[in-house]
């Protein structure tokens, strides 16, 4: 396996760096490739029913593309995406649907998003060899990387009525690619397998604890990567004994079959057991490059709301640089990490056909989408695309602002998703404002805020934000009227307009509501319990749901008035 795995690793360094190359020469002509692109999917998708819908073939360029087909959101797809599922082929696209990626379901019920042999390999080229190429730049210890901790898993969560499958849109990608995954991360494809998430982590990390040579942790969003390590600090007894006794812990729920093929891969090591214990001892500061003394990297998205794990997760990881490496949706790629230790991305301009409408204009009833060369740095935009699968002109939702650009095409801010901003009065206050009031606002209660969301309270005389937080010392806290206060102020500072509308009498003073510690793992639970991927399922920081804000409103500790 070692000389396989060297074999590997030496092909997937030559290819990134190719790959890395090919992507800095699209960059010096990003808007010119990026309609190629439009070019390619159109010729693809001629002669599906949406395509002679639409007259395709007459088609002759980009402006003629705006004119002839609409802006959809994803309403717009649904009648086509039920025959689909229903096993018709030729709709959106003219090429088979392979499966069907389920949106990530933070914000609402997950979609149907269609997946093609095409789309994935378009996806997974960029995931795998642009990330790779871009951190051997940046990172040049990374051409030796060897086996790293990946925290995902690959479970398909169903059929639709026609047979096609349905999974979180990364696990068709790490299913098309376990042949080669034990040569890539230390985890066996069994664990990637497991709906329990907290019996997944105890295995991710027993395992990875076996490889004291670990180059990399990787997780698409910072609160597995967190939730890891304060499993280890709570069950690493469990786990001590499991390394020295080659065995896997009896009280987790697995299927015999499973723990079989698992407890087959251990062997018994009491040396690393005795160094994990001799490392918990000395505490769980900068723990991670203590245990895996070669752990060049930890890779996930780490800005927005993110930051609030991450601020936490750097008492384990330290001073061990961080790279937010995609940015990605179900629906298509849409950037790559500018860097180490950033969360500003590239535009991939071969990843799918970009557009982007200047945020003042994308509530207009048909906005001008702009295309790549025509961003101005410093605006924000609305982003659209036209996938590889058969979305045309789809408004993901997502707001970015252009803080850049990398030769000519543009490196891209994520502001917000559309419906997770706070707008009572027109104060419009972003995410951003509203973490950065509450980091601030955590400061002066002395308190550590382990995860937050907000809601909208309509039923008094004035309308009026409430905000949920979940502390780690709850019982310290005897006066939430003065944390209200606090908070109150610190929106106040972080935006302006809100606190004119509270002065002008347009806005009420906000609720803060205390919830039990652990209430925001339940919601993530529920949240997959409806249907939300395990892979991608996020606290949502804005709850339109009511019934969310209901089920999070059952573990309240205490509430202001």
Same mark, same amino acid.
């Not at 002395?446 to 934000?465: E, F, K, M, P, Q």
């Given at each position: 396996?070692?000389?396989?795995?060297?074999?590997?690793?030496?092909?997937?360094?030559?290819?990134?760096?190719?790959?890395?190359?090919?992507?800095?020469?699209?960059?010096?002509?990003?808007? *010119?490739?990026?309609?190629?692109?439009?070019?390619?999917?159109?010729?693809?998708?001629?002669?599906?029913?949406?395509?002679?819908?639409?007259?395709?073939?007459?088609?002759?360029?980009?402006?003629?593309?705006?004119? !002839?087909?609409?802006?959809?959101?994803?309403?717009?797809?649904?009648?086509?995406?039920?025959?689909?599922?229903?096993?018709?082929?030729?709709?959106?696209?003219?090429?088979?649907?392979?499966?069907?990626?389920?949106?990530?379901?933070? $914000? =609402?019920?997950?979609? +149907?998003?269609?997946?093609?042999?095409?789309?994935?390999?378009?996806?997974?080229?960029?995931?795998?060899?642009?990330? !790779?190429?871009?951190?051997?730049?940046?990172?040049?210890?990374?051409?030796?990387?060897?086996?790293?901790?990946?925290?995902?898993?690959?479970?398909?969560? =169903?059929?639709?009525?026609?047979?096609?499958?349905?999974?979180?849109?990364?696990?068709?990608?790490?299913?098309?690619?376990?042949?080669?995954?034990?040569?890539?991360?230390?985890?066996?494809?069994?664990?990637?397998? #497991?709906?329990?998430?907290?019996?997944?982590?105890?295995?991710?990390? @027993?395992?990875?604890?076996?490889?004291?040579?670990?180059?990399?942790?990787?997780?698409?969003?910072?609160?597995?990567? /967190? !939730?890891?390590?304060?499993? @280890?600090?709570?069950?690493?007894?469990?786990?001590?004994?499991?390394?020295?006794?080659?065995?896997?812990?009896?009280? /987790? %729920?697995?299927?015999?079959?499973?723990?079989?093929?698992?407890?087959?891969?251990?062997?018994?090591?009491?040396?690393?057991?005795?160094?994990?214990?001799?490392?918990?001892? @000395?505490?769980?500061? =900068?723990?991670?490059?203590?245990?895996?003394?070669?752990?060049?990297?930890?890779?996930?998205?780490?800005?927005?709301?993110?930051?609030?794990?991450?601020?936490?997760?750097?008492?384990?990881?330290?001073?061990?640089?961080?790279?937010?490496?995609?940015?990605?949706? $179900?629906?298509?790629?849409?950037?790559?990490?500018?860097?180490?230790?950033?969360?500003?991305?590239?535009?991939?301009?071969?990843?799918?056909?970009?557009?982007?409408?200047?945020?003042?204009?994308?509530?207009?009833?048909?906005?001008?989408?702009?295309?790549?060369?025509?961003?101005?740095?410093?605006?924000?935009?609305?982003?659209?695309?036209?996938?590889?699968?058969?979305?045309?002109?789809?408004?993901?939702?997502?707001?970015?602002?252009?803080?850049?650009?990398?030769?000519?095409?543009?490196?891209?801010?994520?502001?917000?998703?559309?419906?997770?901003?706070?707008? #009572?009065?027109?104060?419009?206050?972003?995410?951003?404002?509203?973490?950065?009031?509450?980091?601030?606002?955590?400061?002066?209660?002395?308190?550590? /805020?382990?995860?937050?969301?907000?809601?909208?309270?309509?039923?008094?005389? @004035?309308?009026?934000?409430?905000?949920?937080?979940?502390?780690?010392?709850? *019982?310290?806290?005897?006066?939430?009227?003065?944390? !209200?206060?606090?908070? *109150?102020?610190?929106?106040?500072?972080?935006? %302006?307009?809100?606190?004119?509308?509270?002065?002008?009498?347009?806005? =009420?003073?906000?609720? +803060?509501?205390?919830?039990?510690?652990?209430?925001?793992?339940?919601?993530?639970?529920?949240?997959?319990?409806?249907?939300?991927?395990?892979?991608?399922?996020?606290?949502?920081?804005?709850?339109?749901?009511?019934?969310?804000?209901?089920?999070?409103?059952?573990?309240?500790?205490?509430?202001?008035?």
């Amino acid at each position: 396996m070692a000389m396989l795995q060297k074999v590997l690793g030496f092909s997937m360094v030559a290819a990134a760096n190719a790959y890395r190359k090919k992507f800095e020469a699209d960059l010096s002509r990003a808007a *010119e490739v990026n309609k190629a692109v439009l070019k390619k999917i159109l010729a693809l998708n001629t002669d599906s029913e949406y395509g002679r819908k639409y007259h395709f073939s007459s088609i002759k360029s980009v402006l003629a593309y705006k004119e !002839q087909v609409p802006l959809t959101t994803y309403q717009d797809y649904q009648p086509y995406i039920e025959r689909m599922a229903n096993g018709k082929k030729g709709i959106l696209t003219a090429l088979p649907v392979i499966y069907f990626g389920l949106s990530s379901g933070t $914000t =609402g019920k997950s979609k +149907l998003i269609p997946v093609t042999s095409l789309s994935r390999k378009v996806v997974n080229l960029h995931m795998m060899l642009l990330t !790779q190429g871009m951190l051997q730049r940046a990172l040049p210890g990374t051409q030796r990387v060897g086996r790293g901790l990946m925290l995902m898993n690959s479970v398909k969560a =169903g059929m639709t009525a026609g047979g096609v499958p349905t999974g979180a849109g990364t696990s068709g990608g790490m299913n098309s690619m376990k042949l080669i995954t034990p040569y890539l991360w230390t985890s066996p494809p069994e664990i990637l397998q #497991l709906n329990d998430q907290r019996t997944a982590l105890y295995l991710h990390l @027993l395992f990875a604890l076996q490889e004291p040579e670990l180059s990399y942790i990787n997780a698409p969003f910072p609160a597995a990567i /967190l !939730q890891l390590f304060r499993l @280890l600090e709570e069950e690493w007894p469990n786990l001590r004994h499991d390394l020295a006794a080659g065995s896997i812990f009896k009280d /987790l %729920p697995l299927e015999p079959e499973v723990r079989s093929r698992l407890a087959k891969r251990m062997r018994p090591d009491a040396g690393r057991a005795e160094q994990l214990a001799k490392e918990v001892n @000395l505490g769980m500061e =900068g723990i991670a490059r203590r245990l895996w003394p070669n752990l060049l990297y930890v890779c996930c998205v780490a800005g927005g709301s993110f930051s609030i794990y991450m601020d936490k997760l750097s008492r384990y990881t330290g001073q061990i640089p961080v790279y937010s490496a995609v940015y990605v949706a $179900t629906e298509a790629m849409l950037g790559i990490g500018a860097g180490i230790n950033a969360v500003t991305y590239i535009v991939t301009p071969r990843t799918a056909y970009h557009e982007f409408i200047p945020v003042e204009y994308s509530e207009s009833p048909n906005p001008a989408a702009l295309d790549l060369d025509q961003l101005e740095k410093g605006h924000s935009y609305e982003v659209v695309v036209t996938n590889h699968a058969g979305f045309y002109r789809y408004r993901l939702g997502d707001v970015v602002k252009v803080v850049d650009y990398c030769n000519n095409s543009p490196v891209v801010e994520f502001l917000y998703r559309k419906g997770q901003l706070l707008n #009572l009065a027109g104060e419009k206050t972003q995410e951003a404002a509203v973490l950065n009031a509450l980091k601030k606002a955590a400061k002066r209660w002395g308190s550590d /805020l382990a995860d937050y969301t907000t809601a909208v309270d309509l039923n008094g005389a @004035l309308g009026r934000y409430v905000f949920f937080i979940e502390v780690r010392d709850p *019982e310290k806290i005897t006066d939430l009227s003065s944390w !209200q206060e606090i908070l *109150e102020k610190a929106l106040e500072e972080a935006n %302006p307009r809100y606190q004119a509308g509270i002065e002008a009498g347009r806005i =009420g003073s906000l609720q +803060l509501k205390l919830v039990q510690p652990g209430a925001f793992r339940r919601l993530q639970q529920e949240l997959i319990l409806r249907g939300a991927s395990a892979n991608q399922v996020k606290t949502p920081r804005v709850l339109n749901d009511d019934s969310l804000r209901d089920f999070l409103s059952q573990f309240t500790l205490k509430a202001g008035i």
